[in-house]
């Protein structure tokens, strides 16, 4: 028997069978007037989006939700809410299995990815947020394995429906964290959980490979690097794990 996801008080789901990007219609529903909490859920996407420019594979068996927040704050804060998302994430992982969050925004399972999450803000004319749409992918039924792929795919097992329940209600948990304590105590909760410091790490900025041992996250979410120049502090890339 399937159980329709129970959403925390406040929430309100849009449950959808199939969609291009539930980001889209969740940024639409957004524009419109939606409040804080509407989730839009998809049983499979058509044109899932990842970070990048990436494809996100989106067949029947994975979870694929956007969650409209309007977190009222300047807009170069917008970005800490990633993080905010991948502690969440982190929270429905079944206890035994070894999770790890990734800079910047993706969660790791016995080694191999399990979520990612694609933020899109919309600022208002005052430079504030008017509203962001988190959405987040959860391998849940199956890992999907591309070529391109530098880790493994992780999957959570259990229901899609478990997984969306308890995802809401992590974020909600989350966000009222960092709302009411602010984003150094999200900080602490993501360092404790991201990979030891010290371990070598590539990052991809554009072109460029930069190598170095991991040095932790800044105060704005930049992620640290010791390199052999000197530290570094990159604001937008991808971490990969050393290839070789
Ligand atoms: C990444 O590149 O790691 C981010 C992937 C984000 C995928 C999710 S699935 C739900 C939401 N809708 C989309 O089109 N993308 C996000």
Redesign the pocket.
Known sequence: MIVAPVLPDGWRLVALDSVG????EAARLADAGATEGTVVWARE?T??????G?H?V?PVGNL???TILRPDCAAPRAAELGFVAALAVSDIVPAGRDVRVKWP??VMVDGG?V????LESSIGQSGFVDHVVA???VNVGFAPQAAEMRYPGAALGGSVEAALERLAQSLAWRLAEWRHHGFETVRAAWLAKAGPLGIDVDVRLGEELVQGRFAGMDHEGALLLETPAGPRKIVSGELLGRAA
Do not use: F, H, M, V
């Open positions: 990007s539930t980001n889209d996407q044109g899932g989006r990842g970070r990048r990436r996100w989106s694929y939700s956007s925004n993706d990815k979520a990612g999450i694609l959405g987040i992918g």
